[in-house]
């Protein structure tokens, strides 16, 4: 297994990473259908922080595979078969989601980590059986790091349960910690395009689970309640909070931004509000369908929150780690930040929230095109213009 140049052209994601981001959403869903029936209980304080619990670690594992398939992926039949295991393991870890939401039981979850990170430590060690130097340090870091923590994750199985949420604190700052570590013996031969396409593509399959979630929501809806008026603009409204999303998403080049481990690590670690927050819209239009049809126990404006705190973290985020670094002017800088606290305040508008944060969403894209027309324009009639 040898490491593949970071200037290789045309690089491009392979139908194996397809199919390993394609399973991946299945937890990604089992997640997300778990924090709306806490929040329909009217349980919030336990939905989000299961939610953002188990979101790490798909995320995390996800996360994983990617870079380092990034460096090496050979495509041979052993790291094709070695991914397939991290595959079933993911699945195995999605049919534990359920009951760590419900009982804190994470047997099932920590037994699917396993499968998936000693896969993952045994690709390190071939990376390492195929390298020498500085090279083979790193990828020895990496499987040394990768299994010190998956030892740590015992601890879920063993604390009792009110001191799960600090183990959990403490076992990501490890896991994060250790790209850091290894990185320093000798950076990785990541791809910067590759790794772009790979975040991007993974965003869009987040947002199509956010549409077949809400489409689902308001199917359910309508068989058991023919009030069209009420369900339709809250499917119109989470339909353009997704268009706008991906939109403002992909509204720039971001392998441009990447051109320093530093500048990736920021930028790839931020995706876990990014992906967090996308799949959560998706499960607050679930929630306020599920509040309009009387189905929910919480208040319009409590199930209006679930889907505007979401999109204004997406859109605050994505500016943060994304967007504002191929933004020129005050203007552009400033679109997204103040559209995030717009949509916000729709959180108010009683039964109308969602749709009036969809408008907002759309006009906050209408207003990006329109200021990025305009200094094209204003380049191309005065080259020294750079404000």
């Known amino acids: 297994m040898r490491a593949r140049s970071p200037d290789e052209a045309h690089r491009s994601a392979t139908p194996l990473e397809l199919f390993f981001d394609l399973c991946f959403v299945v937890a ?7 924090l709306v029936h806490a929040l329909t209980e009217g349980h919030p304080g336990h939905g989000i922080t299961g939610y953002l619990m188990l979101f790490f670690a798909i995320w995390w594992a996800w996360m994983n595979f990617s870079w380092f398939a990034s460096a090496y992926d050979t495509d041979d039949a052993l790291f094709r078969v070695v991914t397939l295991i991290q595959i079933a393991g993911v699945l195995i870890l999605a049919a534990g989601v359920p009951r760590a939401f419900d009982t804190s039981d994470f047997s099932v979850v920590w037994f699917g980590y396993l499968v998936m990170r000693l896969a993952l430590v045994a690709q390190w060690l071939r990376a390492a059986h195929g390298s020498e130097g500085a090279e083979r340090r790193t990828a020895l870091l990496y499987a040394a790091g990768v299994s010190v923590c998956q030892v740590g994750w015992l601890a879920l199985l063993l604390v009792p349960k009110g001191v799960i949420p600090w183990v959990f604190v403490v076992m990501v700052l490890l896991e994060l910690s250790v790209p850091a570590i290894a990185e320093r013996a000798r950076q990785t ?25 809400a489409t689902v929501a308001v199917q359910s809806a309508l068989d058991e309640n023919d009030e069209l008026s009420t369900l339709l603009p809250i ?11 991906y939109w403002i998403y992909f509204a720039v080049p971001v392998h441009l931004h990447l051109r320093s481990t530093r500048q ?8 876990y509000l990014v992906y967090g927050s996308a799949a959560a819209i998706g499960a607050g239009i679930e929630v306020a369908v599920e509040q309009a049809s009387g189905k929910a126990h919480l208040s319009t404006f409590a199930a209006s929150a679930c889907v505007t705190v979401p999109a204004a973290l997406f859109m605050v985020t994505v500016w943060l780690i994304h967007s504002r670094h191929q933004k020129r002017g005050l203007a552009q800088q400033l679109v997204l930040p103040v559209s995030s606290v717009l949509v916000l305040a729709c959180t108010f508008a009683g039964d109308w929230a969602v749709p009036a944060a969809g ?11 329109t200021l990025t ?5 204003a380049l191309q009639e005065y080259p020294d213009y750079q404000e």
Request: charged content about 5%.
């Open 28 to 34: 990604v869903a089992q997640a997300g259908r778990q």
């Open 189 to 213: 031969t990541w791809h910067p395009h590759h790794i772009a396409e790979r975040y991007g593509l993974f965003t869009i399959i987040v947002l199509g689970e956010t549409v077949a979630a």
């Open 235 to 245: 499917a119109g409204g989470g339909l353009l909070l997704v268009f706008a999303a």
């Open 264 to 271: 990736a690590f920021a930028w790839g670690y931020g995706h």
């Open 359 to 369: 408008l907002v969403a759309a006009v906050t894209v209408t207003v990006g095109v």
């Open 373 to 377: 027309a305009r200094q094209g324009m």
